[in-house]
């Protein structure tokens, strides 16, 4: 079974928890319950159970984490399972998903027979009786993996003493604790096992317990089984406890630790010692845990005080609070979110007294104090480059405290006329985390980054100019998890059209004097030369009518038609390929007829000095 999580924010989701309680027909493996969690934070799937618990989680932006719990189907049929509402500390609740596996039939043994028994079924405040559960197997192969939970009910507590399982396995009861838990056991064919411990009985009344479910790798699910134990007030039990929690010092800043104290005091009425004292304290919402390391500050109750490293709850198991004296426990605590937490202690109990009342205590983290901002610029290796030509953007982060900003990120959204380049566009990143400039994009993404005290650090890309016109270009706004957020930087880069090279003019013929039966032949090539690269062709206008363009020469023979009442004002162009750059060169064309006075005046022929 899988559950995916996803956060569609720019924000971490932190302290994220669910509870997914399987319906009827599935359970946890016995084998290997639990497969990973890229979640984080605490997550409890006992074999056997029928439910898995998720706290303290957190989900990175844009990002999802998965918890993976190998289940075991357990009677035949189609079974819907839903994960339960999923809550946070600083995101909504996310909504009930659902999942449907089909478990189908044939494969499954009968389930085992279970019945359970007390011995002696009545006994006084105080006193003990023997909890037998029997498993009995009527199939033709063993009854593997099995396992159960049975929680008892208020009032009876495991005693100190030997545990008795022909059922192999692992069986849990610890002294003073309120359920035993069997995993990994096995009924043998055509045969039974037990399970045999003894309970005490902390107050009068009539409790009726039951085993809870049996589960198996092979059988179908047993029913449970109960059974009835009287206790009779025959003791006369002390005053309660006087109970009394603190939080030294309460109020904190964050990071910092405190110490969580209990103290347990005896009544002066009470002329005995309160005996096998127990409380278990839940920290509020995960949002407290006992310290990585010597979360264990004291203990002078005796028993056994368990406050696991870095865990969200505290026990202590069959204390003693002495005649006319008090005792303490004492442990180092860690607050994970800023603002009030109030933890209880929960009611204590214990054999001969009754139950003193619960005690709660407040602590206050303050809010840590935020960083300077980190510092920012964003600057082009060039000022101006073309259409489709490459710049370098550089980002360049700096850090003017005495402490690393971490968790650091930004979204750039480039204006219109850049983009990344087509491939490989992020060419330095020293600020750690990750970097992200898709080919073709017009954003440069950055998550997860640091920059050391007193340091700096950049993140280079390439960018492609797309369009004329004066690019403005900004990181957006700088965020991290310590510090204030930093200002946006901006740069400024002008893209521009591509620049045509043009044919270079080798020479300006000057006026041209023609007489009519001229046989005119001018090659343009002597007159233009092409950009390095290109090639030319040419085109004409205003040239008298009996001249054509062939190639790149203008020829004909002038006739009578071509006597103009005013000299030809024509135009020679050569145009560039590919870069499509052109020159133009005005010309001036006389055409005379054979007996016109002019020729007698001393402009007969060409004046032109070009070739």
């Given at each position: 079974?899988?559950?995916q999580?996803?956060?569609?924010?720019d924000?971490?989701?932190a302290?994220?928890?669910w509870?997914?309680?399987?319906?009827?027909?599935?359970?946890?493996?016995v084998?290997?319950?639990?497969?990973?969690?890229t979640?984080g934070?605490d997550?409890?799937?006992?074999?056997?159970?029928d439910g898995?618990?998720?706290?303290?989680?957190s989900?990175?932006?844009?990002?999802?984490?998965?918890v993976?719990?190998n289940?075991v189907?357990?009677?035949?049929?189609?079974?819907?399972n839903?994960?339960?509402?999923?809550?946070?500390?600083?995101?909504?609740?996310?909504?009930?998903?659902?999942g449907?596996?089909?478990?189908?039939?044939?494969?499954?043994?009968?389930?085992p027979?279970?019945?359970?028994?007390?011995?002696?079924?009545?006994?006084?405040?105080?006193?003990?009786?023997?909890?037998t559960?029997?498993?009995?197997?009527?199939?033709?192969?063993?009854?593997?993996?099995?396992?159960?939970?049975d929680?008892?009910?208020?009032?009876?507590?495991?005693?100190?003493?030997?545990?008795?399982?022909?059922?192999?396995?692992?069986?849990t009861?610890?002294?003073q604790?309120?359920?035993?838990?069997?995993?990994?056991?096995?009924?043998?064919?055509?045969g039974?096992?037990?399970?045999?411990?003894n309970?005490?009985?902390?107050?009068?009344?009539?409790?009726?317990n039951?085993t809870?479910?049996i589960?198996?790798?092979n059988?179908?699910?047993?029913?449970?089984?109960?059974?009835?134990?009287?206790?009779?007030?025959?003791v006369?039990?002390?005053?309660?406890?006087?109970?009394?929690?603190e939080?030294?010092p309460?109020t904190?800043?964050?990071?910092?630790?405190?110490?969580?104290?209990v103290?347990?005091?005896?009544?002066?009425a009470?002329?005995?010692a309160?005996?096998g004292?127990?409380?278990?304290?839940?920290?509020?919402n995960?949002?407290?845990?006992?310290?990585a390391t010597?979360?264990?500050?004291?203990?002078t109750c005796g028993?056994?005080l368990?406050?696991?490293?870095?865990?969200?709850?505290?026990?202590?198991?069959?204390g003693?609070?002495?005649?006319?004296?008090?005792?303490?426990?004492?442990?180092?605590?860690?607050?994970?979110?800023?603002?009030?937490?109030?933890?209880?202690?929960?009611?204590?109990?214990?054999?001969?007294?009754d139950?003193?009342?619960?005690?709660?205590?407040?602590?206050?983290m303050?809010?840590a104090?935020?960083?300077?901002?980190?510092?920012?610029t964003?600057?082009?290796?060039?000022s101006?480059?073309?259409?489709?030509?490459p710049?370098?953007?550089?980002v360049?982060?700096?850090?003017?405290d005495?402490?690393?900003?971490t968790?650091?990120?930004?979204?750039?959204e480039?204006p219109?006329?850049?983009r990344n380049?087509d491939?490989?566009?992020i060419l330095?990143?020293?600020?750690?985390?990750?970097?992200?400039?898709?080919?073709f994009?017009t954003?440069?993404?950055f998550?997860?980054?640091?920059?050391?005290?007193?340091?700096?650090?950049?993140?280079?890309v390439?960018?492609?100019?797309?369009?004329?016109?004066?690019?403005l270009?900004?990181t957006?706004?700088?965020?991290s998890s310590n510090a204030?957020?930093?200002?946006?930087?901006?740069?400024?880069?002008?893209?521009?059209?591509?620049?045509?090279?043009t044919?270079?003019?080798?020479?300006?013929?000057?006026?041209?004097?023609?007489?009519v039966g001229?046989?005119?032949?001018?090659?343009?090539?002597?007159?233009?030369a092409?950009?390095?690269g290109?090639?030319?062709?040419?085109?004409?206008?205003g040239?008298?009518?009996?001249?054509?363009?062939?190639?790149?020469?203008?020829?004909?023979t002038?006739?009578?038609a071509?006597v103009p009442?005013s000299?030809?004002d024509?135009?020679?162009?050569?145009?560039?390929?590919?870069?499509?750059?052109?020159a133009?060169?005005?010309?001036r064309?006389?055409?005379?007829?054979?007996?016109?006075?002019?020729?007698h005046?001393?402009?007969?022929?060409?004046?032109?000095a070009?070739?």
């Amino acid at each position: 079974m899988t559950i995916q999580l996803t956060n569609p924010n720019d924000r971490m989701i932190a302290g994220t928890q669910w509870s997914d309680v399987f319906p009827p027909g599935i359970a946890v493996s016995v084998d290997e319950g639990i497969v990973s969690n890229t979640c984080g934070g605490d997550l409890v799937a006992l074999p056997g159970d029928d439910g898995a618990v998720l706290t303290s989680g957190s989900i990175a932006p844009y990002s999802s984490c998965a918890v993976v719990v190998n289940t075991v189907g357990t009677n035949a049929f189609t079974v819907e399972n839903h994960s339960g509402t999923v809550a946070s500390a600083n995101a909504s609740d996310g909504l009930d998903a659902t999942g449907s596996l089909t478990i189908t039939s044939g494969t499954l043994l009968s389930a085992p027979v279970v019945t359970t028994a007390f011995t002696p079924v009545s006994v006084e405040e105080g006193g003990t009786s023997q909890l037998t559960i029997s498993l009995t197997n009527g199939n033709d192969d063993d009854v593997r993996d099995v396992s159960f939970t049975d929680i008892y009910p208020v009032g009876l507590v495991n005693a100190t003493n030997a545990i008795l399982s022909e059922c192999g396995g692992t069986v849990t009861a610890a002294s003073q604790s309120g359920f035993m838990h069997l995993v990994g056991g096995t009924v043998p064919l055509h045969g039974g096992c037990t399970v045999v411990l003894n309970v005490v009985a902390t107050r009068a009344g009539t409790f009726q317990n039951a085993t809870g479910a049996i589960f198996s790798s092979n059988a179908a699910t047993a029913t449970p089984a109960s059974y009835t134990l009287n206790v009779l007030s025959g003791v006369i039990k002390l005053a309660a406890p006087v109970v009394a929690a603190e939080f030294a010092p309460d109020t904190v800043s964050a990071g910092a630790t405190t110490e969580f104290r209990v103290t347990l005091a005896n009544p002066a009425a009470n002329t005995a010692a309160i005996t096998g004292v127990s409380m278990q304290v839940l920290y509020p919402n995960g949002n407290l845990t006992n310290a990585a390391t010597g979360a264990v500050v004291e203990n002078t109750c005796g028993g056994r005080l368990t406050a696991i490293p870095g865990g969200e709850a505290l026990y202590l198991e069959n204390g003693v609070i002495p005649e006319g004296g008090e005792c303490a426990v004492a442990v180092r605590a860690v607050p994970l979110i800023a603002g009030a937490l109030v933890a209880s202690t929960g009611i204590v109990s214990s054999i001969n007294a009754d139950d003193g009342v619960a005690s709660t205590a407040q602590l206050t983290m303050m809010p840590a104090a935020l960083l300077s901002p980190p510092a920012s610029t964003l600057a082009f290796d060039q000022s101006s480059i073309e259409v489709n030509a490459p710049a370098v953007m550089t980002v360049t982060l700096s850090n003017e405290d005495s402490q690393p900003i971490t968790d650091m990120e930004f979204n750039a959204e480039y204006p219109i006329g850049i983009r990344n380049s087509d491939s490989g566009a992020i060419l330095d990143n020293t600020c750690g985390g990750t970097a992200t400039a898709q080919d073709f994009g017009t954003t440069l993404a950055f998550l997860g980054g640091a920059i050391a005290p007193h340091g700096s650090c950049t993140i280079a890309v390439r960018v492609i100019g797309t369009e004329p016109g004066n690019v403005l270009a900004q990181t957006g706004a700088i965020f991290s998890s310590n510090a204030t957020t930093g200002g946006s930087a901006l740069a400024q880069i002008t893209v521009t059209s591509p620049v045509q090279p043009t044919p270079i003019v080798t020479c300006t013929p000057e006026r041209q004097i023609y007489v009519v039966g001229d046989v005119i032949a001018l090659d343009l090539a002597t007159l233009f030369a092409p950009p390095a690269g290109d090639t030319l062709g040419f085109s004409v206008a205003g040239v008298p009518a009996s001249l054509s363009l062939t190639g790149s020469v203008l020829g004909g023979t002038l006739n009578a038609a071509d006597v103009p009442g005013s000299p030809y004002d024509s135009f020679l162009t050569a145009v560039a390929f590919p870069g499509n750059g052109q020159a133009t060169l005005p010309l001036r064309f006389d055409v005379l007829a054979a007996d016109d006075p002019l020729l007698h005046d001393g402009f007969d022929g060409a004046e032109s000095a070009c070739p």
